[in-house]
């Protein structure tokens, strides 16, 4: 495509945005940053003229990710995000604040008996308590930058214990265990490459067992030194427990369409038989007591009970995605979301929330701009990206480039070129937080629609778009079987107007903000980079790492594609710019800048116009623009120099629009 709003896809003006918003060294949902990132977003969908909102939302601080407790006891302690640990005696109808572990990212908890524990982050920091959680002691780093753990965790006395690890260098999954109680952690013998060790469980120092998403279990009798795969399923895993060395159970299943599925083994894991088989949510967390009386949970709010070994289950339910769950006896299940707790009681047959006060509030708040539609505007297409961002150092520094910055500076440049132009349907620009925390704010925003807001024709959604590691340009157009004529046409404007090697994808992938419409029946497009960003969550996702060629490509994608959902011809280049609605002098870009910046204008009726620059005594310094323009969209470049070639010194000057109509102005500033 020559010419035309295609063309005026800008680096500089992208390169802005992801640098403005890496500047503000961490937006993590929790911090400062994440609120000036907000102030900062406001602010540039106002000067493209958008009708611009907060949409404030508040939850517990997500503090609690994961459980544990002593079976046969009432006691469970809960850790999270933000360094907290907290612990309930009487199996979550009261609860009480422990202590705070130095903002670790706490990634999970493990009790041998009621005093003594332990913990790890996500740091690498190994702590222990031997007084039930009051107090806890700084054991190891046991994990060096290259590793992340965050899975299974198993101690079966005072000495013996293991964790499954990530090498990043290695690219395997292994589990590491100690003789000492965590003092020095050894690696087994064999690696188990290309598997994703998910929960590990021992009956004796020697005896375990451990299940890979992948679908695979292992098993060891050497104490974890080696271990050796047995059972193989056609779908991933995801928990297991064992009653002894013969019988134990495993859960786990599959999504697209959603299935769980339950086993059990009475040989040691020789054989399996499948006890229950769920169709409308994934079997996520168990545990039996006994043979007969056991609890488990499913991913989208499931909650299930057995007392005759599962061939009758009692069945309780509630709006939420369960992360994480514990039975401390048989009587009671207590489950974890982001940032709520809840217990289900055999005895009374209900379910209660139980999140204590004693939680911190966060106060957070997605942008919402918006651009009435001209002929449909009750009828919207929502264009989304998340601005928080999270790394393993997400308090100090979470610069976040790629994950999500270069998404918003997306959604940015699409409002920079559609905002003055009419479009039948209204656009709505949204910067979502709380995507880390697990899609917080886009789900606060489907679930609170009402009204026209309802009317969402195609929700599109940029998450990470600007790291490539192939020179052929590949990138993911994501949707589902339900809206397959939405992937099928970005997948045609991407041919026809970029570089790009596009795959298209029709699974639901619940790791995004478009999944909370996609949950909600809204059609979505979800565009990504197809590859593996090595900084993906950490503190050298920068700027420096970015080919932001590339991104212009998926913005043109976009851009032709959204233009199309628009009811108008793609050819975007041919689109007569006479729908511009009003005068607009948008900011130039760079600015600051050296030796020379760019100006964008738009004129909304044929007649002269004049575009000068001037000096803050009043003084003209250039005249750029003095001629008839029809309506349209324009952009010129001002080289820093005088009417008479000669470069300006450093400082504040003035862009003045000067029509008929109108008169603006907007200051820039040259820095040499």
Known sequence: MNGGLLDLVNTDSISKTIIDLQNFGTRYDYSQG?????????????DYGLDVIFDPFEYHAEIIKWLATVPGTSHVWAVGDSGYIIHSPDCGDSWERQTFINHDHLRGVFFLDTLTGWCYSQQGHFYHTGDGGQTWSFVCQFMDENMYSDYGFFFTDSLTGWITNYDSTLNCETIVYTRDGGKIWQVPVDINRGMVIVDIEFVSPDTGFAVDMNGHVLNTTDGGE?????????????????????????AGGMQNPDEGYL?????GGESWEEILHYESDVLYRFQFHDENHGWITGFYGLILYTQNGGDTWQQYEVDDNLLDMVSPDSDYCVAISYGSIYQASRLTEEMEDVTPSLLPMVHSANVVAVKPGSTHPDTSIV?????????????????????????????????????????????????????????????????????????????????????VNS?????????????????????????????????????????????????????????????????????????STLDIAYEADVLKMALATVYQLNDLSVHVDDVSVSDVAEYRLYGNYPNP?????????????QGDVRVAVYDLLGRQVRTLVDRTQKSGHYRIVWDGKTQWGQSVTSGVYLIRLESKDKVLSKKVVLIK
């Open 34 to 46: 994440r609120v000036e990132a907000g102030d900062y977003l406001f602010d540039r969908f106002q």
């Open 226 to 250: 080696t271990w050796v795969t047995g059972a193989s399923f056609p779908h991933f895993l995801i928990d297991l427990c064992f009653l002894d060395s013969g019988q134990g159970y495993l």
């Open 263 to 267: 086993y059990r083994t009475e040989d």
């Open 383 to 467: 264009n989304g990206a998340h601005y928080d961002s999270i790394s393993d150092d997400k308090y100090v520094s979470a610069p976040g480039a790629d994950d999500n910055a270069s998404g918003v500076a997306g959604v940015m440049e699409l409002a920079r070129l559609m905002s003055p132009h009419e479009f039948p349907y209204t656009l709505k620009f949204i910067a979502f937080s709380g995507e880390e925390l697990g899609l917080l704010g886009s789900f606060h925003y489907v679930a609170n629609l009402s009204g026209p807001a309802k009317n969402i024709k195609a929700m599109v959604n940029f998450d990470m778009i600007a790291h």
């Open 471 to 543: 020179p052929k340009w590949p990138v993911w157009i994501r949707s589902d079987s339900s809206c397959m004529v939405m992937g099928d046409l970005a997948y045609e404007m991407s041919e026809l107007y970029t570089d790009l090697l596009p795959t298209l994808n029709f699974e639901v992938t619940p790791n995004s903000d478009h999944y909370p419409f996609q949950e909600a029946g809204y059609p979505v497009l979800y565009f990504a980079e197809k590859g593996t960003n090595p900084n993906y969550h950490t503190t050298g996702d920068a700027f």
């Open 593 to 605: 800048f050296n030796p020379q910046t760019t100006i964008e204008y738009s004129v909304a009726r």
